[in-house]
Each structure stands twice: as structure tokens, then as C-alpha cells.
């Protein structure tokens, strides 16, 4: 126990140095640590799993499953030190590494994800508001835009891109079509629910005003709807990717992450490492784009109470960018 | 209309009735027969047991619904004009405040509605926050404020507009004790200084009711029906020294017996 006198200015007592801790794992430090120890953890899973089953033709029976333990050898799941190893060599002989060429295929991707997306969110939103409108509306296609997600999306890809090519005359055009249909459907779920899920004084208030339909859309049933949107915009980013990458899939288009992918699977055998890579920088596409609309959802959403935990992440971590960047506003 | 008196009629109501028909086909009577004539500048609270009508006879008012049967005029023509010219300001029991506006904003809110200037805008709401003494406020978010500060901007945004009828809801039920307390005593202050408000005031409280009004409307349930009125001959202004008089202890027995008559 330390006896420091109150009257020194900021003595470094033991109990303040606890406290200055406690408050560094509650903040952006703590989210780094936790952040850290996870991959760790995961990194540790990964090669300790490839520890025990390497090389092995090991097989034993789960009461109705049977496990092979063969599926932990290099080929199936290679050294994570090989993966960056491939990242950072080139794939062909003389040209540029990996990495560079992935993240290339990656801006191209994340390009059309993000024409896509804002695509598919400008539909959802309309539909909404269309539905919320209108309830005969709602009644009469409410059926078909559930039906429209029922159809498997690699089915339908290759016909958009044909439709696209007779269309148009370009393939590209097709492509964020299949991520806008992919899109749409959670903005108009979530923005429906946020613009219907209005308390009923707040209405009553609007109406005590003599307030019209669009003043009440405007002013109360739309931003009451706005974090039901991020949310469904959370959800729908990452997807964008994937659902781009499937629709480059029949294009044939080698410039994105989805001819990378094609391509890296046939030479799976002789460089198993290479697909991996693959799908750590597609992650890191989907990653960037979620993080993205967060960072949005935290500017616009400034009027809300940290709510949740990873509300508060989010928000002491951009606080923090905002600390370290040379653009500060206020 | 009625001859000419030293007050003018704000509100007439004449046999008016209310049914509520629930989903599975029910009838509640919430109101029957109401009688009661409102005059310019009165300060009126309703009180009675829970369920007997307080909130749907304001709620008729505010046109917010529509009466069963009966008559209902406001500055001598219907609730729904009334309504659309904007005549009264509502404040509800919770503040009703919307989350993503700024207690200022909060309170331009029916003069955006109204289109006022924003000019106008601006100064009217900065005046009422003034009247409600949040001016230090103007730039936060409602989850920053107290109940009792969320529940003064509610009263700042329904005067803004200078509505001459204000219908309040049990607007310091939510409140302890001293905050309700502090903000009578800032609604009488509002109400003396803007001369010629009727305030129409819902509570199941006794000594806000008395200390309060000049007159109380006591209800009684199933179905909801005006059993007594009675009349608040305290002195105005009034302060510490009127929670102290005779008088005030009296006129709260009073509106006590009659409420327990009505219980049972
Ligand atoms: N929307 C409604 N539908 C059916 N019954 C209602 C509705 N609103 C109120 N009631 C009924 O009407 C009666 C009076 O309600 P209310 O005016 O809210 O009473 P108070 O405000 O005095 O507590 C109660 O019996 C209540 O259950
Ligand atoms: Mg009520």
C-alpha cells in the first residue's frame, strides 16, 4: 500500500495504475488484446489440430460419423506460415507476388460489390416505403420478394449474365444485378420493420400536429428506421462480396476475386496454399466493406446511447482513428 | 353561442359517449354522458381511479378519437378542426421526445410541421427552453436528459407553437416526488405568465390536482362518468404558503371522500 500525500499532483499510486489499466481494457486497447488473443487462439486451433492428425491415416467412429483424421495434412489445410509464404511470392514465375495480384483482383470485386450493394439498397428502401405505404401493395408483393430469395442464386447468375450480354452488349452490366438481387431483400425486411415499428405516442404526436403522410414519413417513420437500415446494411455488405463473386463465377471474367478463385482451385494439388490466400484477402474484402458501412453507421448515428458491447468497440475504435488521423473535425 | 360572460366558453361538451369495440367483438363503455363546459384561462384536472375515462375524454378532445355519440366543440367548432388548426398542444405521460432529434430540434419540431421560418424557428424554441429553464440543454440528445428535464422539453415543444389549449396526460406520473413537485410549481408559473391558457390536466394525484387547478373533475368508473366537480378557491399565486393553508388540506379531503365514495 502506498501512503502518497493528496496534495502531490498525479502521484502514480499503485490503485491509479490499476484504474488507468482497467479503463485501457475497457477501451481500444482491451479491443486490440481481445482482438489478438482470439487470432491466437485460432491460430493455435488450426496448427494444433494439423499437430495431432498430420500425416496420419488415422480413421475412428463417432457413433454415425466417421472421422478421418487425413484431413488435417498439408494439402487439406496447409501450414498457416505456407499461406503467407504464397502471399508473398509470386505465383508466376517473374511476375509481381501474390498478395499484389489478389489485392488487385480484390478492388476490382469490391468495385462491383459496392455498385451492387448501393443498387440493391436503393430497391430495398423504395420497396419499403412502397410497402409501407400501401398495405394492398405490401399484400399483393410482399409474396414474390420472399420468392425471389428462394431461388438459388447460382442458378440464376449464368441467365443474368446471358441476358446481360444480348441486353447490353457486356457481361459486367449483369454482374451487380446479382448483387443488388442479393441485396435488396434485408434492407426491405429491416427498413419495413423500422418504419412500422413507431411507438404509438410518437404517431399520436405527429397527428396532434395535423401533420401529413409525408411529414410523418419524414420526420418520425424514417429516421425511427435508420438502425434497422445499418443493420440490414451490416448484413448485406460482406454479402455483396460473396454474391459478386458468384456472379463472376459464369462470366468467365478473369480481373476478380472470382476468377482467382476458379482458378486457384484447379491448381489446387500442386499449391493448395494459394487458394487459401485467396480466401484470407476475400475475407479481408468483406471485412473492409462491413467496417466500412460501421464506421458510417457511427457517424450518422451519433444521437443513440452505446447500446451494446460492439457498439462501444466500434465506437471507442473510431474514436481512436479519429485521435490518430490528421483530419479532425469539430 | 352563450351570452356574452366575463369568460368565454373554450370548450362545450354535451352528452358525449364512448365505446371501445375490442377485436373479439366486446363493447367497453369508457365514457357515458359527459357534460362540462371549459372556460378560457381555467385550469382543469381530472381525476378518478384507473380506467374511468380520463385518458379517452382527452383523447376526444385532442381528436385523437372519435366520440360514440354526444357533442364536442372547441372554440365553437369541432374537435377535428380543432386539430387542424393546430389548437392545443398534447404532452403524453412518457416525453415522446424522438431520439435522433436534439432537445432543440426536439422543440422546432411542430414548427417544422407548421412550416414557421427557420428563423422563427430557432427563436421560438429557444424561448420556450428559456421558459422551461434548459438552455444549457439545447444541443443534447434526449438519453442525456433526466426524466423530469425530458419531461420539461415535452412541455417547451407543445407550447411552442402558442397554442391557448394545453391537454396533459398524467405528464408527472413518471416522476418522484420532488421533481413533480418542482415542475407544478414551473407549470403554474407557465401558465400565469401566458394569459388566457386553458390547461386541461389528467392525475391521479390529489394535492397536484388541488394545488394546482381552479377546478377539479372528479370520475368514476364502469362506466367512466363525471361524479362531482368542485371548485379551488385557492388564492393565486400559489407557493409554499398555499401547501401550508387550511384551505388546501380541507379542499384535498374533500376531493379524498369523494374519490373513495367513487371506489367503492
Ligand atoms: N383502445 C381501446 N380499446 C378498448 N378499450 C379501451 C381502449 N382504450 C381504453 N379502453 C378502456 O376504456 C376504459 C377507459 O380507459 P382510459 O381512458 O385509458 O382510462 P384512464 O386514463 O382513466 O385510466 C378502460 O376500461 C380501458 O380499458
Ligand atoms: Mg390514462
Known amino acids: 500500500m502506498s501512503t502518497v500525500s493528496d496534495s502531490q499532483p498525479n502521484p502514480p499510486t499503485p490503485s491509479k495504475i490499476r484504474y488507468n489499466l482497467q479503463e485501457f481494457l475497457d477501451g481500444t486497447g482491451g479491443t486490440v488484446l481481445y482482438f489478438i488473443a482470439i487470432l491466437l487462439c485460432l491460430i493455435g486451433a488450426w496448427e494444433g489440430a494439423k499437430f495431432i492428425g498430420q500425416e496420419t491415416d488415422y480413421q475412428f467412429e463417432l457413433g454415425p460419423i466417421k472421422i478421418n483424421l487425413s484431413m488435417t495434412r498439408d494439402l487439406n489445410m496447409p501450414h498457416l506460415k505456407d499461406i503467407a509464404e504464397a502471399l508473398s511470392k509470386p505465383s508466376q514465375r517473374q511476375g509481381p507476388p501474390l498478395i499484389e495480384i489478389l489485392v488487385k483482383k480484390a478492388t476490382y470485386t469490391l468495385r462491383l460489390a459496392i455498385i451492387g450493394f448501393a443498387i440493391g439498397t436503393t430497391i430495398g428502401l423504395a420497396l419499403a416505403i412502397l410497402f409501407a405505404h400501401s398495405r394492398l401493395l405490401e399484400r399483393g408483393l410482399m409474396p414474390y420478394v420472399v420468392a425471389s430469395q428462394t431461388v438459388p442464386i447460382l442458378a440464376l447468375a449464368p441467365m443474368v449474365i446471358i441476358w446481360s450480354e444480348k441486353l447490353f452488349g457486356s457481361r459486367e452490366i449483369g454482374m451487380p444485378m446479382i448483387t443488388a438481387y442479393l441485396a435488396f431483400f434485408p434492407v426491405t425486411i429491416y427498413t419495413l420493420r423500422g418504419l412500422s415499428d413507431v411507438p404509438p405516442t410518437a404517431l399520436e404526436l405527429m397527428k396532434s400536429y395535423a401533420a401529413t403522410r409525408r411529414e410523418i414519413l419524414w420526420k418520425l417513420r424514417f429516421p425511427n428506421a435508420v438502425p434497422y437500415i445499418f443493420t440490414a446494411l451490416k448484413i448485406t455488405a460482406p454479402a455483396s462480396v460473396v454474391g459478386t463473386i458468384i456472379a463472376e463465377l459464369p462470366t468467365g471474367i478473369q480481373d476478380g476475386l472470382g476468377g482467382a478463385i476458379i482458378n486457384f482451385a484447379q491448381y489446387y494439388i500442386s499449391g493448395p496454399a494459394r487458394l487459401w490466400a485467396t480466401n484470407f484477402v476475400t475475407a479481408m474484402a468483406g471485412i473492409l466493406f462491413f467496417v466500412t458501412v460501421a464506421f458510417t453507421e457511427w457517424l450518422v448515428i451519433r444521437w443513440k446511447r452505446p447500446s451494446n458491447r460492439l457498439d462501444r468497440w466500434i465506437d471507442t475504435f473510431f474514436k481512436y482513428l479519429r485521435h490518430i488521423s490528421p483530419i479532425s473535425n469539430d | ?264
Open chain 2, 1 to 264: 353561442m352563450t351570452a356574452v360572460q366575463d369568460t368565454k366558453t373554450i370548450i362545450s361538451i354535451k352528452d358525449l359517449n364512448k365505446e371501445y369495440v375490442s377485436s373479439d367483438g366486446k363493447v367497453v363503455r369508457a365514457l357515458q354522458n359527459i357534460n362540462l363546459d371549459i372556460h378560457e384561462g381555467e385550469f382543469i384536472s381530472l381525476i378518478g381511479p384507473s380506467g374511468c375515462g380520463k385518458s379517452t375524454l382527452l383523447r376526444l378532445i385532442a381528436d385523437l378519437i372519435q366520440p360514440t355519440n354526444g357533442q364536442l366543440t372547441i372554440n365553437g367548432h369541432s374537435a377535428n378542426e380543432a386539430r387542424k388548426n393546430r389548437e392545443y398542444g398534447f404532452v403524453f405521460q412518457s416525453a415522446t421526445l424522438y431520439d435522433w432529434r436534439t432537445v432543440l430540434k426536439n422543440v422546432q419540431l411542430p414548427l417544422e410541421v407548421m412550416r414557421y421560418s427557420r428563423k422563427e424557428r430557432d427563436q421560438r424554441a429557444r424561448d420556450m427552453l428559456k421558459l422551461v429553464d434548459l438552455t444549457d440543454f439545447a444541443e443534447h440528445f434526449p438519453w442525456q436528459l433526466s426524466g423530469g428535464m425530458q419531461q420539461r422539453v415535452s412541455i417547451a415543444r407543445a407550447l411552442a407553437f402558442e397554442p391557448n389549449l394545453l391537454l396533459m396526460d398524467e405528464p408527472f406520473g413518471a416522476l418522484d416526488e420532488m421533481t413533480r413537485e418542482r415542475l407544478n410549481n414551473e407549470l403554474l408559473e407557465i401558465w400565469g405568465k401566458i394569459s388566457s391558457m386553458t390547461v386541461i390536466f389528467v392525475t391521479h394525484n390529489i394535492s397536484e390536482a388541488v394545488y394546482l387547478s381552479s377546478r377539479v373533475v372528479v370520475m368514476s368508473p364502469r362506466p367512466g362518468q363525471i361524479s362531482q366537480i368542485v371548485d379551488i378557491d385557492l388564492p393565486h399565486p400559489r407557493g409554499p404558503e398555499t401547501l401550508d393553508s387550511d384551505r388546501y388540506f380541507h379542499l384535498i379531503s374533500e376531493v379524498r371522500h369523494l374519490l373513495r365514495e367513487v371506489h367503492d
